[in-house]
């Protein structure tokens, strides 16, 4: 991000103390829920049904957490959920950046109406792919597997990974690869060390919002998996089924469910910022 | 001699397209199909086409009709102020203060939390009977009794939008923000030489500079939050009594009931809905870069 030398400059103190609360106020509604998560995952039940709610655990335990691992085996869903996420980001990468490459360096026939195409298709409701993709996937003899999801979820990232990287590319001077090539580089050369060098951190800002995407996703993970393959938000679900108000677990599990994107999106937030915003501001 | 079709701009795409064309194209063409037919698996002997019978049963069905209401007010509501807050979030982390990275950062997370735990941790958040917003506001004194948020027809639909303008806040901070960092300096300088104050320059210049990042985000978010299920399955259900039944989740709740043809029939109603919106989108993104 480049960083203005000086930022809105700050007039009064009085205006600088409002806005200080302003923010406070709206960080203190955009957190809560995670604290407040948090907090009740570290109750005893004493403490959580008890007739005062209290904001802080007077004898906090990570009992429910240990009971989660050894009784429910949450590691399963979570190396699950880490094979999908990981392979839906690699091949989603793989097959955008080639597109997204298609759409900003050449102009040719039916180039608008494949633009179009790719837009277009997240805007159908989940529920209308769910039930044929459903039948397909079992044709297809996938369904129940890793590969079910994979597809899915490399399909559902598609165009905004191609959306992104566009945006991208067509801010890289073309002048650069042409120098390449009149040097006597081809396409693939020029692409291979010019380009992808500096598209680095638009790819890994992009291959960080396949993964969350994939991740977070519950609809069609819930339909197209089983006992054996069944992701982290399924689990999360299943665990609200079985436990019914066992809040204490609950909020555990949906504590577990977050940190590695958390993790995740720490590492990536800068460059994925970037990349995100470029498109939308430049436009 | 012709000039030949260069076939590489097509050959990267095809990867994309095949994709695209098993998992999206084909279901929603068999979605259409689906929509004209008597499809209900709980009555397989009954299949067959049937014409427009699901649409115009659609037109009739007062629940589509209050599901088609509830679905503008939960987008015009919910991205509306989403919108609002996200603006003013996002003008508060332009300023310089100390920590500012780090906060900014932490300030995106409802953005990156999945549906399911949106629903559980503000299912417990709205409980009826251990709730932390019920203690917080008979602390306040702002009510007497404990209120089941999500179970109250009255409450039940305020608090499913409530969660939604949380999630979507982030979103809205984001983008803005990184359109008001595009904006120069010297245009604000030369308004402080011109006697302009705070006012004038918010709307004499952020908001007509923000203009493409506001309308890009916008369209985006009315077509995710349109579309979106989770929350409010988890929250709600769509209830109670269909008071946070939106279209899409009557089309969930239907399809979970196995009356294919009908929930068909009514995403289709959806999709057209939204397609006017991507139209809109899709022009400003092409205008954009004929322009460049």
Same mark, same amino acid.
């Given at each position: 991000?480049?960083?203005?030398?000086?930022?809105?400059?700050?007039?009064?103190?009085?205006?600088?103390?409002?806005?200080?609360?302003?923010?406070?106020?709206?960080?203190?509604?955009?957190?809560?829920?995670?604290?407040?998560?948090?907090?009740?995952?570290?109750?005893?039940?004493?403490?959580?049904?008890?007739?005062?709610?209290?904001?802080?655990?007077?004898?906090?335990?990570?009992?429910?957490?240990?009971?989660?691992?050894?009784?429910?085996?949450?590691?399963?869903?979570?190396?699950?959920?880490?094979?999908?996420?990981?392979?839906?980001?690699?091949?989603?990468?793989?097959?955008?950046?080639?597109?997204?490459?298609?759409?900003?360096?050449?102009?040719?026939?039916?180039?608008?109406?494949?633009?179009?195409?790719?837009?277009?298709?997240?805007?159908?409701?989940?529920?209308?792919?769910?039930?044929?993709?459903?039948?397909?996937?079992?044709?297809?003899?996938?369904?129940?597997?890793?590969?079910?999801?994979?597809?899915?979820?490399?399909?559902?990232?598609?165009?905004?990974?191609?959306?992104?990287?566009?945006?991208?590319?067509?801010?890289?001077?073309?002048?650069?690869?042409?120098?390449?090539?009149?040097?006597?580089?081809?396409?693939?050369?020029?692409?291979?060390?010019?380009?992808?060098?500096?598209?680095?951190?638009?790819?890994?800002?992009?291959?960080?919002?396949?993964?969350?995407?994939?991740?977070?996703?519950?609809?069609?993970?819930?339909?197209?998996?089983?006992?054996?393959?069944?992701?982290?938000?399924?689990?999360?679900?299943?665990?609200?089924?079985?436990?019914?108000?066992?809040?204490?677990?609950?909020?555990?599990?949906?504590?577990?469910?977050?940190?590695?994107?958390?993790?995740?999106?720490?590492?990536?937030?800068?460059?994925?910022?970037?990349?995100?915003?470029?498109?939308?501001?430049?436009? | 001699?012709?000039?030949?079709?260069?076939?590489?701009?097509?050959?990267?795409?095809?990867?994309?397209?095949?994709?695209?064309?098993?998992?999206?194209?084909?279901?929603?063409?068999?979605?259409?199909?689906?929509?004209?037919?008597?499809?209900?698996?709980?009555?397989?002997?009954?299949?067959?086409?049937?014409?427009?019978?699901?649409?115009?049963?659609?037109?009739?069905?007062?629940?589509?009709?209050?599901?088609?209401?509830?679905?503008?007010?939960?987008?015009?509501?919910?991205?509306?102020?989403?919108?609002?807050?996200?603006?003013?979030?996002?003008?508060?982390?332009?300023?310089?203060?100390?920590?500012?990275?780090?906060?900014?950062?932490?300030?995106?997370?409802?953005?990156?939390?999945?549906?399911?735990?949106?629903?559980?941790?503000?299912?417990?958040?709205?409980?009826?009977?251990?709730?932390?917003?019920?203690?917080?506001?008979?602390? #306040?004194? *702002? %009510?007497?009794?404990? @209120? +089941? $948020?999500? &179970?109250?027809?009255?409450? /039940?639909?305020?608090?499913? !939008? #409530?969660? *939604? %303008?949380?999630?979507? @806040? +982030? $979103?809205? &901070?984001?983008?803005?923000? /990184?359109?008001?960092?595009? !904006?120069?300096?010297?245009?604000?300088?030369?308004?402080?030489?011109?006697?302009?104050?705070?006012?004038?320059?918010?709307?004499? !210049?952020?908001?007509?500079?923000?203009?493409?990042?506001?309308?890009?985000?916008?369209?985006?978010?009315?077509?995710?939050?349109?579309?979106?299920?989770?929350?409010?399955?988890?929250?709600?259900?769509?209830?109670?009594?269909?008071?946070?039944?939106?279209?899409?989740?009557?089309?969930?709740?239907?399809?979970?009931?196995?009356?294919?043809?009908?929930?068909?029939?009514?995403?289709?109603?959806?999709?057209?809905?939204?397609?006017?919106?991507?139209?809109?989108?899709?022009?400003?993104?092409?205008?954009?870069?004929?322009?460049?």
């Amino acid at each position: 991000m480049n960083r203005r030398p000086n930022s809105r400059r700050n007039s009064s103190p009085g205006a600088s103390f409002l806005s200080f609360v302003l923010l406070a106020a709206m960080l203190a509604f955009l957190l809560f829920p995670f604290y407040w998560t948090f907090v009740t995952s570290i109750k005893p039940n004493s403490e959580l049904y008890g007739q005062t709610v209290t904001y802080w655990p007077k004898a906090p335990s990570f009992d429910s957490y240990r009971k989660l691992f050894l009784d429910y085996n949450f590691l399963k869903p979570m190396l699950n959920s880490l094979i999908v996420a990981a392979s839906t980001t690699l091949i989603s990468l793989t097959v955008s950046l080639l597109a997204a490459y298609s759409f900003s360096r050449y102009r040719f026939k039916g180039r608008k109406l494949l633009m179009t195409l790719f837009l277009t298709n997240n805007m159908f409701p989940t529920v209308l792919l769910l039930i044929p993709l459903y039948a397909i996937m079992r044709r297809m003899g996938i369904l129940y597997t890793p590969m079910a999801l994979i597809l899915s979820y490399t399909t559902f990232t598609i165009p905004f990974s191609i959306w992104l990287l566009n945006g991208y590319l067509s801010d890289l001077p073309q002048s650069l690869e042409e120098a390449a090539m009149v040097d006597g580089a081809n396409r693939a050369q020029a692409f291979l060390k010019i380009i992808l060098p500096m598209m680095m951190p638009s790819i890994i800002a992009t291959g960080a919002y396949v993964f969350m995407t994939s991740w977070n996703e519950y609809t069609f993970g819930v339909m197209f998996t089983n006992e054996a393959n069944r992701t982290i938000p399924v689990a999360l679900k299943n665990l609200i089924g079985q436990l019914g108000v066992e809040w204490g677990m609950l909020t555990a599990g949906g504590i577990i469910t977050i940190i590695p994107v958390c993790i995740m999106f720490f590492f990536a937030q800068k460059r994925l910022i970037e990349g995100l915003t470029a498109g939308a501001v430049k436009g | 001699m012709r000039k030949k079709t260069n076939p590489w701009p097509y050959i990267l795409v095809a990867p994309a397209l095949i994709t695209v064309a098993l998992v999206v194209f084909t279901p929603v063409v068999n979605a259409i199909l689906m929509s004209f037919q008597n499809y209900d698996l709980r009555r397989p002997s009954a299949r067959g086409f049937v014409g427009l019978k699901n649409y115009l049963e659609a037109i009739a069905d007062p629940l589509f009709i209050q599901a088609l209401g509830k679905t503008i007010v939960w987008v015009g509501v919910g991205v509306g102020f989403q919108f609002v807050f996200g603006f003013i979030l996002a003008i508060l982390l332009n300023r310089k203060f100390v920590g500012r990275g780090i906060v900014r950062s932490i300030s995106l997370i409802p953005w990156v939390t999945p549906g399911v735990l949106i629903g559980l941790m503000w299912r417990w958040i709205y409980d009826g009977s251990y709730g932390v917003l019920n203690d917080l506001l008979m602390k #306040l004194g *702002i %009510i007497d009794t404990m @209120i +089941p $948020f999500l &179970a109250r027809q009255e409450t /039940a639909f305020p608090a499913v !939008i #409530l969660t *939604i %303008i949380w999630q979507g @806040i +982030p $979103f809205f &901070a984001l983008m803005i923000l /990184a359109g008001l960092q595009g !904006i120069p300096d010297e245009l604000y300088d030369a308004a402080d030489v011109d006697g302009a104050n705070g006012f004038q320059k918010l709307f004499r !210049i952020t908001i007509p500079s923000l203009k493409n990042v506001i309308f890009v985000t916008t369209l985006l978010r009315i077509i995710w939050v349109a579309n979106s299920v989770d929350v409010i399955y988890n929250l709600t259900e769509g209830g109670p009594a269909y008071a946070t039944q939106t279209l899409s989740v009557y089309v969930f709740n239907k399809g979970n009931s196995l009356n294919l043809g009908y929930a068909a029939t009514m995403s289709i109603f959806l999709t057209l809905l939204l397609s006017s919106v991507a139209v809109v989108y899709l022009r400003n993104i092409f205008r954009n870069q004929e322009g460049k």
